[in-house]
């Protein structure tokens, strides 16, 4: 790799379970770089030891990430390249690395991304149904007023709901999801690309029974299908238009029109009375 007056930083996705899922491309940046910084070295170690990359590794976690941010930015205003890695997955997503890559395009450093592995992108290619538009919301606040303030202000919305989950709130999430945001089709992907991987579609209560209330290993993705579109409610004079249309075509009476109007709009049969009344002198 030919050394540049300010090296290059590289942003390394690597495996979220299997190891054959690292890139070619990635794999050459690892072997080629100068240094590599790492979420977890441990976990990094036994990627890059499957691989006999032997590249020096260092530690830059959310604990040390400004610390260590200053190591690497030295390095690479010495012209060394450094790629970063996190725990498993893409950098940024969910994962440390916001602050060294903020701190490198400020100091004029060059930011490489190496894609690769994602467990977002993983679990909407097997969901089953057309997911876009879509609304990542990463992991949902771990306090349930907050959470269900959260699910409050996504309710209506007309896109597909996608969240990570910890074992250990996933039941207490799906039962707010469910009553917040009704009876939807939605996918729990559990283990993505791991040996125990889990993959269940289904309406949002079924799933929820399929949950067991003790804790299970393994980090959830979570697709909720988006809200079914519900048309404006019609005005009063909509409402009398469409009564007069029935009265017009069908030998019925008012009573009668009101009932098939709530029939056919879905709108409360009282609302439609308060309309008729209105009415009923053209039709008296």
């Known amino acids: 790799m030919d050394k540049e007056t300010r090296g290059v930083l590289y942003m390394v996705a690597t495996p979220i379970g299997n190891l054959e899922d690292i890139t070619l491309r990635a794999l050459r ?11 977890d070295t441990r976990r ?10 032997k590249t020096p590794l260092i530690s830059l976690h959310e604990h040390n990430e400004k610390e260590r941010s200053r190591v690497v930015l030295s390095r690479l205003r ?6 970063y890695v996190s725990d498993a997955g893409t950098p940024c997503v969910c994962d440390p690395g916001h602050h060294l890559v903020c701190a490198a395009l400020e100091g004029g450093i060059r930011v490489v991304p190496v894609p ?11 969901c089953g149904f057309d997911a876009g538009p879509f609304l990542f919301c990463g992991f949902l606040p771990p306090r349930q007023n907050r959470r269900r303030r959260f699910l409050e202000s996504v309710r209506q919305a007309e896109v597909t709901v996608i969240f990570y989950e910890s074992p250990a709130r996933i039941r207490k999430t799906l039962e707010d999801a469910l009553e917040i945001l009704g009876d939807r089709q939605v996918v729990v992907a559990r283990e ?3 040996v125990f991987e889990e993959i269940k579609q289904g309406q949002l209560s079924m799933l929820l029974n399929q949950t067991p209330a003790a804790k299970i290993r393994g980090e959830f993705t979570v697709i909720v299908r988006a809200a079914a579109h519900e048309p404006a409610p019609l005005s ?15 030998s019925v009476s008012l009573r009668d029109a009101v009932a098939l109007t709530a029939r056919q709009t879905q709108i409360p049969r009282k609302k439609i009375y308060d309309a008729a009344v209105k009415i009923r002198r053209e039709f008296s």
């Open 78 to 83: 010495d012209g060394l390249s450094v790629a």
């Open 236 to 250: 009063e004079e909509e409402i009398q238009e469409t009564l007069r249309k029935i009265l017009a075509e069908k």
């Open 44 to 53: 990094s170690r036994i990627l890059l030891s499957a691989y006999g990359i």
């Open 29 to 39: 940046v690892l072997k080629e770089v100068d240094l590599i910084a790492a979420e």
């Open 116 to 126: 690769g592995s994602c467990a977002l992108p993983a679990a909407l290619s097997v």
């Open 192 to 194: 993505l690309t791991k």
